[in-house]
């Protein structure tokens, strides 16, 4: 399997509900990034959680990181319709403390919100 | 919008064409990006540019060849592609190279088909 794996692939929800992706990795990291994804358009990034950190928030976006499990989720609070898109998680791996220099992308997880 | 523009947004081009992608931003960022995306995928990284310097190449076939010709700009010049090679091609800029934490800014992407 891959570094960045996400689960589930794919998920659909009711406007309000709360929508939660999981990420998992394999190797150590300096940080752990989420984007989004529209159809055909470019990434928007949403959040960066170091490593040495637990939780960070952003408005409806809530990020946990768990670094002995290597495993990361996104929840996204009281969703809307335009919360639908692609999620993908993304880690830069590094060795000894230094960063590899390299952003490695998870599979996924295509959200879709029905109004 | 994105503050990372992309030109064009479509390419067809046959096996025996020449052509060239481009990116442009203006934020100031040192680090730049060429990323590769097939559909229903996540993104692959091909190139790093840091400080104008290339400093990073995934094992990228030499049909592909980027160039940056300053620190605002960044091209990939494509020759006698292969039609495996459609894809959407991201490009991205970072105020400085991953091991900073420094988020990516992602453009829209040019759409490529070869044929």
């Known amino acids: 399997s891959q570094q960045g794996e996400e689960d589930p692939q794919a998920l659909s929800i009711q406007e309000g509900e709360n929508a939660t992706m999981n990420c998992s990795y394999k190797t150590s990291i300096n940080n752990l990034q989420w984007y989004r994804q529209n159809s055909g358009r470019g990434l928007v990034h949403l959040i960066l959680i170091r490593s040495n950190e637990r939780e960070k928030h952003s408005g409806r976006l809530r990020v946990t990181l768990d670094t002995s499990k290597k495993s990361s989720s996104l929840l996204i609070t009281a969703s809307r319709a335009a919360d639908t898109a692609s999620y993908f998680c993304a880690t830069d791996e590094s060795a000894g403390g230094t960063s590899y220099g390299k952003l490695t992308f998870g599979q996924g997880t295509i959200l879709t919100v029905h109004p | ?115």
């Open chain 2, 1 to 115: 919008d994105t503050e990372v523009t992309q030109t064009p947004k479509h390419l067809v081009m046959g096996m025996t064409n020449k052509k060239s992608l481009k990116c442009e931003q203006h934020m100031g960022h040192r680090a730049m990006y060429w990323y590769k995306q097939k559909a229903k995928k996540p993104p692959e990284l091909m190139f790093v540019y840091s400080y104008e310097k290339l400093s990073i190449n995934e094992s990228v076939p030499s049909r592909f060849s980027p160039e940056c010709p300053n620190s605002s700009l960044l091209n990939l010049h494509l020759h006698a592609l292969q039609p495996e090679d459609s894809a959407l091609y991201l490009c991205a800029s970072s105020q400085d190279t991953y091991g900073n934490n420094s988020p990516l800014h992602f453009g829209n992407g040019t759409r490529l088909t070869v044929t």
